[in-house]
T-cell receptor
Framework: GAVVSQHPSWVICKSGTSVKIECRSLDFQATTMFWYRQFPKQSLMLMATSNEGSKATYEQGVEKDKFLINHASLTLSTLTVTSAHPEDSSFYIC???????????FGPGTRLTVL | SQQGEEDPQALSIQEGENATMNCSYKTSINNLQWYRQNSGRGLVHLILIRSNEREKHSGRLRVTLDTSKKSSSLLITASRAADTASYFCATAQGAQKLVFGQGTRLTINP
């Protein structure tokens, strides 16, 4: 199947710093990418929809100024957690939609720990 | 917001037995998809069933969809230890957005 990568796979940072997570579709062009967060033993919660060349669409309750999303190319979207706090610690997962097969492929996730 | 509810939340069976997981949803859908997630890892797409389909097979997986009851089931036959994972259903709303169920944690005991 199609491959989506995320980098880094895990990151530990101090409170107040910003962290950037990259999501890449490796063998297809994704006009749309999605960012989710997942707390332990819970399901995935959609944070935002990222469209190439336009502003991201955020879900209700997600602060767009805190979670900055950039989708500069058809194969790369980035999520920047600004001024991270311990409550931002979570597992962040991206997905990329392959329009040719109408399927979302998920990255391996990034575990963020804010001290 | 979460649309799907999955049943059971946790399932533990012996290797070789069949595992059945159910998913219910609330709104009209274009399709329903099942994903597997190993602990601490990303999601693996298992199967997609469209709203005009009733049953679909892929290897040891069998998915059914009943749009009148707004429910779907995932059957894994002849389970293996490697099937231990969490399984999520996800419904496609509108053009692209996926809404995930709460998931079923499946444990296969050797």
């Amino acid at each position: 199947g199609a491959v989506v990568s995320q980098h880094p796979s895990w990151v530990i940072c101090k409170s107040g710093t910003s962290v950037k997570i990259e999501c890449r579709s490796l063998d297809f062009q994704a006009t749309t990418m999605f960012w989710y967060r997942q707390f332990p033993k819970q399901s995935l919660m959609l944070m935002a929809t990222s469209n190439e060349g336009s502003k991201a669409t955020y879900e209700q309750g997600v602060e767009k100024d805190k979670f900055l999303i950039n989708h500069a190319s058809l194969t790369l979207s980035t999520l920047t957690v600004t001024s991270a706090h311990p409550e931002d610690s979570s597992f962040y997962i991206c997905s990329a939609r392959d329009p040719l097969v109408d399927t979302q492929y998920f990255g391996p996730g990034t575990r963020l720990t804010v001290l | 917001s979460q649309q799907g509810e999955e049943d059971p939340q946790a399932l533990s069976i012996q290797e070789g037995e069949n595992a059945t997981m159910n998913c219910s949803y609330k709104t009209s859908i274009n399709n329903l998809q099942w994903y597997r997630q190993n602990s601490g890892r990303g999601l693996v797409h298992l199967i997609l069933i469209r709203s005009n389909e009733r049953e679909k097979h892929s290897g040891r997986l069998r998915v059914t969809l009943d749009t009148s009851k707004k429910s779907s089931s995932l059957l894994i036959t002849a389970s293996r230890a490697a099937d231990t994972a969490s399984y999520f259903c996800a419904t496609a709303q509108g053009a692209q957005k996926l809404v995930f169920g709460q998931g079923t944690r499946l444990t296969i005991n050797p």
